[in-house]
């Protein structure tokens, strides 16, 4: 049984920071691809960041490129979402997810790719 378990969120001014955390176990972590994702009320899920399963690619959507930073120790079976310059569009809930394919070519940031989720963690950020 796959589990991730996000931590890190809380309330924060614009400008600020915060760093989420996501806890792997259940299965091989380095062999996997994992991915931030955030959903805003009233919003679809929508991808935000993501890193190969080496951790030696990471890709972000244009709206947090610069701002924020994804990484992964596979020593740890963790991946973390280093976020910075927060704005208030960045509140939503936030969620880590996991790879379905192993050792996937490339990345994906389609939401049905991924096959294991975590509880999300929720970040506002206020103006």
């Known amino acids: 049984q796959v589990q991730l378990v996000e931590s890190g969120g809380g309330l924060v001014q614009a400008g600020g920071s915060l760093r989420l955390s996501c806890a792997a176990s259940?299965?091989?972590?380095?062999?996997?691809?994992m991915g931030w994702f955030r959903q805003a009320p009233g919003k679809e899920r929508e991808f935000v960041a993501g890193?190969?399963?080496?951790?030696?690619?990471?890709y972000y959507a244009d709206s947090v490129k610069g701002r924020f930073t994804i990484s992964r120790d596979n020593n740890k079976n963790t991946v973390y979402l280093q976020m910075n310059s927060l704005r208030p569009e960045d509140t939503a809930v936030y969620y880590c997810?996991?790879?379905?394919?192993?050792?996937?070519?490339?990345?994906?940031?389609?939401?049905?790719?991924?096959?294991?989720w975590g509880q999300g963690t929720q970040v506002t950020v206020s103006s």
């Open positions: 997810a996991a790879d379905r394919i192993t050792r996937r070519m490339g990345y994906t940031q389609t939401v049905h790719e991924y096959d294991h």
């Open positions: 259940g299965r091989t972590f380095s062999n996997y691809g």
């Open positions: 890193i190969s399963w080496s951790g030696g690619r990471t």
